[in-house]
């Protein structure tokens, strides 16, 4: 097999009245997770790729080939673009059978029926579904829906494969199963993949990389771990939940924040606008003023929420420093904590990561 | 049900089937098989589906691209486009027929060629009949099939497009099938009209038996030598309808019909 393209993506794109601009370069074999809130470009970028929205400025390139360039008037169509896409909500053809809908692509190209009939029912026996074969889709589960549409989608053997939120569609217990056998699949796919969520979790399980897409720029790109324990922006902070703030480093292991209150921890050397985040469950909650201990960051606040998750209580507390905390249960019954109660927070100054702020995150 | 909407529904109840009451009470049932198989009604009966048919068929080949045109060419003028393609719903059929002679009767506007170059002339002949049928149900075909091309899922012509599909794939294989019911529908619709068609038939077609006199015409004309043959034509052609509205309604017009 020859060795898939690198996709080049260096563009703008308008869709309605909203503006894409990106600069990508993703390697073959590679699962790009693009995650970010909604409205942030996320289909936008994939509609780009697919052809189904055109480039306003830059091109779009995949290995040497230019699939789309306003400037010089190159932009391949939809159809002959070695793009695959799953949508969101699958888009089965209604009127065809399982095994022809995922026909429909060497059908397109020119082969005959009966082999097109072949390759689709060699494609579903790889993803486990050839039961299915002459269903109508109408007649299928979410979890069946989504593989019959990634079976379609791979019959068009792409270069690129883009999948739209491909598991947002199904229940719970579903997601789960699909999504480990689509780390399988994904794992076998020699080209570029690019996959949009709005799941961490499946972010973090499927890519190998993750761009953060907000209000159509790309605000943080790195290794999953790595985009978890430093997110850049708010809304990364609490996608993977962390308490994040942007500050200024004013003196060796003193971060002070916009607001005037201070942090500390840290700053290895660090100048000038630094992040600074730490997970929920780091900070001591007192109902009483601590006395001299050892955590260097004490201030006071009021509970605002107080909101139950699996095993934990989640507290928002506002103050000088607005922070989410976690607790355990016994604690808040014991110190009788509700929505309105002034509350003292210690964090260690062990427990908080200062590193730089990416260029292009305010 | 309040009277003051009562009273006049069930007055329009009586209005719209009574006449077809007189109908069948009135039809003479016992002679209703040597009537009809008269050679006169024979073979108006037979050029009128055959001329009906045809329409349709002309029909379907010009009229379901002008309607995907229609729902999906975005140009200026083309919503009044599409109201002039209509016009022929709510025009008088005898003005269609008068246009008609005016457009392609022998001296007509487009006729003359049509006389001059290939010697095809088209009123007081059974092409003419065709004609006349197809400007007049044409456009129940169009504004059926238009309004389903409007709301067909255009997500899955993008689906099928990313697969590799060509535009005219995409319309052959996904489009078309999706409109299929709306197709049924308008076809329907405009093989009724064409087979009731009246004014414009006899107005660019004439009444020559054999030739261009279809049931409506033979009915009409019926009325004033053999009252009797007049009611039994009329039964068929109610009974044409009925059949008609029954297939309408068990497979096309019941809501969430599945493919």
Redesign the interface.
């Known amino acids: 097999m020859t060795t898939s393209p690198a996709l080049h993506v260096h563009a703008e794109a308008q869709r309605d009245e909203f503006a894409l601009r990106v600069a990508l370069d993703v390697e073959p074999g590679r699962v790009l997770g693009v995650v970010g809130p909604n409205g942030a470009g996320k289909s936008t970028l994939l509609r780009t790729v ?3 929205t055109p480039v306003t400025s830059g091109s779009l390139r995949l290995g040497g080939t230019v699939l789309d360039d306003a400037a010089a008037g190159v932009f391949v ?5 070695p ?3 799953v ?1 969101q ?1 699958y ?1 089965l ?4 059978s399982v095994l022809d809908n995922v026909a ?2 060497p ?3 020119g082969a005959h029926r009966t082999a097109s009939r072949e390759d689709a029912r060699r494609r579903l026996e790889r993803l486990g579904v050839e039961g299915l074969a002459d269903r109508r889709p ?1 007649q299928l589960s979410g979890g069946q829906a989504q593989r019959v549409a990634l079976a ?2 791979l ?2 053997e792409p270069d690129v494969l883009l999948l739209d939120e491909p598991l947002a569609a199904l229940d719970a217990q579903t997601r789960a199963d699909v999504r480990g056998e689509l780390r399988r699949h994904l794992a076998e796919f020699p080209g570029v993949c690019l996959l949009v969520t709005h799941d961490p979790l499946e972010a973090l399980i499927l890519a190998d990389e993750l761009l953060v897409l907000e209000a159509g720029v790309v605000t943080q790109r790195g290794a999953p771990a790595d985009v978890a324990r430093r997110p850049a922006t708010a809304y990364v902070a609490s996608l993977v939940g962390l308490n994040l703030y942007a500050g200024t480093v004013v003196s060796d292991n003193t971060v002070t924040l916009p607001g005037g209150a201070s942090i500390s921890a840290a700053t290895r050397g660090l100048t000038d606008v630094v992040l600074a985040a730490f997970r929920p469950s780091a900070v001591s909650v007192y109902l009483d003023p601590p006395g001299h201990g050892s955590p260097r960051n004490t201030w006071a606040g009021v509970v605002d929420s107080v909101e139950l998750l699996t095993d934990r209580v989640r507290l928002h507390v506002t103050g000088a420093i607005a922070a989410y905390v976690d607790v355990t249960p016994a604690a808040v019954a014991e110190l009788g904590i509700t929505p309105g109660a002034r509350v003292w927070l210690t964090v260690k100054s062990t427990e908080i990561d200062v590193y730089p702020a990416p260029a292009s995150a305010a | 049900m309040p009277w003051p909407l009562a009273v006049p529904a069930l007055i329009g109840v009586l209005f719209l089937l009574v006449p077809l009451v007189g109908l069948l009470v009135r039809a003479p049932w016992s002679g209703l098989s040597r009537i009809l198989s008269d050679a006169g009604v024979t073979s108006a009966l037979r050029l009128s589906l055959v001329c009906a048919t045809a329409a349709t068929a002309i029909s379907l080949v010009l009229g379901v691209p002008l309607a995907w045109a229609l729902a999906r060419v975005r140009l200026r003028g083309i919503s009044a486009l599409r109201a002039l393609v209509t016009l022929p719903l709510v025009l008088p059929p005898v003005v269609g027929g008068v246009a008609l002679l005016l457009a392609l009767g022998r001296h007509g506007l487009v006729g003359q060629y049509l006389d001059s170059w290939f010697g095809i002339t088209l009123p007081f002949t059974t092409a003419g009949v065709v004609v006349a049928e197809t400007f007049v149900a044409m456009p129940f075909l169009i504004i059926t099939v238009e309004g389903a091309f409007r709301s067909a899922d255009r997500g899955l012509e993008e689906a099928a497009r990313t697969l590799g599909a060509s535009r005219m794939t995409v319309f052959r294989r996904v489009t078309l099938p999706m409109v299929a019911p709306s197709l049924g529908a308008g076809a329907v619709l405009c093989w009724a009209r064409a087979l009731g068609e009246f004014g414009a038939t006899i107005t660019f077609a004439g009444n020559l038996p054999g030739v261009t006199q279809t049931m409506p015409l033979k009915v009409y004309l019926a009325l004033e030598s053999d009252p009797e043959a007049a009611i039994a034509l009329s039964l068929v052609l109610l009974g044409v309808s009925v059949l008609v509205l029954a297939g309408l309604r068990d497979r096309w017009l019941r809501p969430s019909t599945p493919l």
Do not use: C, I, Y
């Open positions: 697919a052809g189904l169509p939809v159809e002959k673009r793009v695959g896409l949508f909500d888009r053809f209604p009127h065809l429909f692509a059908r397109s190209r109408s379609r989608a019959a068009a």
